[in-house]
């Protein structure tokens, strides 16, 4: 599998890295050449520069690319937000970030049901998720996992690449992989 992963900032890049099988192409979000089509999953990582709301600017390129394309795609925590942000989801902030280890009840029979244990590390949440989107996992928070329900598009709020040891949502991002 060809896989395209687009960093948007984050800390964690090696550790996704390792997290994905086979062989990945790097770019950042700023750099990525839109025709994505010699690849079979582009992952748009998550991002500790910039926050979302207020910097739709910087990111057009990447949001218009999630609306038009025909290949999977996943995108973790800021990856995620973009995704909802580009079929019209609103976000919000919360009061205090969230950073560390939380519990995600997972909904969706192919990825395995019950509560699982994820690292989150994020400040902003989907407050209205529009509803070409089903919830696959969800959390105290509200959606934690999402699949738009026409197009290979997902969205994971938690980061899977992280503290692997301590959690399952590696093994959660690998069964996804695993349906492509």
Known sequence: MKILLIDNGTTLLNKLKLLIPGDEITHTYDDFDADTNNFDLVILSGGSKYQLIGNEDKFEKEISFIKNTKIP??????????????FGASLKELPEGKKGLYEVRVLDESLGTGVIKVYESHRWVVDQLPEVFKVLAISEDGPEMIKHKDLPIFGIQFHPENFVEETDGNELFLKLLSQF
């Open 73 to 86: 795609v996943i995108g973790i925590c800021f990856g995620y937000e973009l995704i909802a942000l580009a």
